[in-house]
């Protein structure tokens, strides 16, 4: 049996939100510790990496590892069914074909649950190494979102430079090219509005800005988000879910043969 | 721009 409440089932809208551009479907790994999802896009470019504590929830069950596979447009439409103040207890029998998510207004006046059918996926596994980061920058997701768009308009790649004095996002296309460089900000009491950066060695990559942007769907997640650079690795972008765990994506780099 | 690689010229599929 696996049975999970979240007191916000808005929290998960926003997961869902936040993949559903990059992934047609996942397979959710639920555990002791939680759930988790690892898939890679349809042209194996990036990966989406999810884990959601256990301890996250208000209520978590998990007898057995379970494996759900869920069409996540089919999963999106359930959500659509929820309200903002809604909690929603997602529950599964072992060895089941469906899953049920049950979603309660906050004083019980409303409670309404959806039975969806699981789909069996074969899914690849990527085995990620652990990486000494060159760079790491931390600065607001609002940000990123911002400098993301902004590029978008003028060129197909963002070439992302590292160096002490700070980080350069660059674009360059047919009516010309775009600059914004980002210096490291002193304001530490406000952890969540600076820009911080930790550098070993100077970096610059070339990245998708399509990617880029499908990432910067997670913005509503988190209020800071953190790229770590390394060269000839892909990039890794993090948003950490207050209480709940992470949403990382991975990027593979644009590299001259 | 260069070209794009794709996750599995860095990463093992397990």
């Keep these: 049996m696996f049975e999970a409440r979240l007191a916000s089932s808005a929290t998960f809208k926003k997961v869902l939100d936040a993949i559903k551009d990059l992934l047609n479907e996942a397979s959710f790994d639920c555990s002791d510790a939680g759930i988790q999802l690892q898939a890679m896009d349809n042209s194996h470019v990036s990966l989406v990496s999810l884990n959601l504590k256990s301890d996250g929830f208000e209520k978590y069950r998990c007898d057995r590892n379970l494996t759900m596979g869920m069409n996540l447009a089919s999963l999106s439409k359930v959500f659509r069914c929820s309200g903002s103040d809604d909690t929603v207890t997602i529950k599964a029998q072992d060895d089941a074909d469906t899953v049920t998510f049950m979603f309660e207004a906050k004083k019980q006046e409303k409670i309404s649950d959806y039975e969806m059918k699981l789909m069996n996926l074969d899914q690849e596994h990527l085995g990620i190494p652990e990486t000494e980061f060159s760079c790491i920058i931390k600065l607001p997701s609002g940000e990123f979102a911002r400098i993301v768009r902004d590029l978008s308009q003028f060129g197909e790649s963002i070439v992302i430079s590292c160096t002490k004095e700070g980080v350069k996002f660059s674009t360059q296309g047919d009516i010309g090219t775009g600059n914004v460089k980002l210096a490291q900000t002193n304001n530490f009491d406000k952890e969540d509005q600076s820009v911080i950066i930790d550098m070993q060695e100077p970096v610059s990559l070339t990245f998708s800005c399509e990617y880029l942007n499908s990432f910067t769907k997670a913005t509503p997640l988190s209020n800071q988000v953190t790229l770590s650079l390394c060269d000839n690795v892909p990039l890794v972008v993090e948003y950490q879910i207050p209480d709940l765990g992470h949403l990382k994506y991975y990027l593979a780099p644009k590299i001259e043969e | ?14």
Excluded: D, H, M, V
């Design chain 2, 1 to 14: 721009t260069p070209p794009q690689t794709t996750l599995l010229a860095f990463f093992e599929i397990c």
